[in-house]
């Protein structure tokens, strides 16, 4: 599950939240996550909940770019913690 915090021009929070499964991503390549953002001028936060370490990772994203968020950082806690 993947949630993302972003604000509008008008300091107005927009919160959306996209669940990633088998049916996401194209044959054995990389799940793709296109997030519609409405007018956002930023992105405050992403969170992560990656299932195969029963993880949660906070990530920093730009607007109008590709950003790559990896397991990474979960692969090196203990199951089930958050990283921060």
């Known amino acids: 599950m993947i949630r993302v ?9 927009i919160v959306r939240y ?3 499964d088998q049916k996401t991503g194209f044959g ?3 799940f793709l996550a296109h997030i519609g953002l409405l ?3 930023r992105i405050d936060r992403v969170d992560v ?3 195969a370490t029963h993880c949660t990772a906070p990530y920093h994203a730009d607007l109008a770019r590709v950003n790559v968020l990896d397991e990474a ?3 090196a806690a203990p199951s ?5």
Do not use: Q
Not at 5 to 13: I, L, M
Not at 80 to 84: D, E, K, S, W, Y
């Open 73 to 75: 950082p979960c692969l």
């Open 49 to 51: 909940a990656w299932p």
């Open 5 to 13: 915090e972003a604000e509008n021009a008008g300091r107005e929070k």
């Open 28 to 30: 054995g390549g990389p």
């Open 39 to 41: 007018d956002a001028i």
């Open 18 to 20: 996209y669940h990633m």
């Open 80 to 84: 089930g913690t958050a990283v921060p």
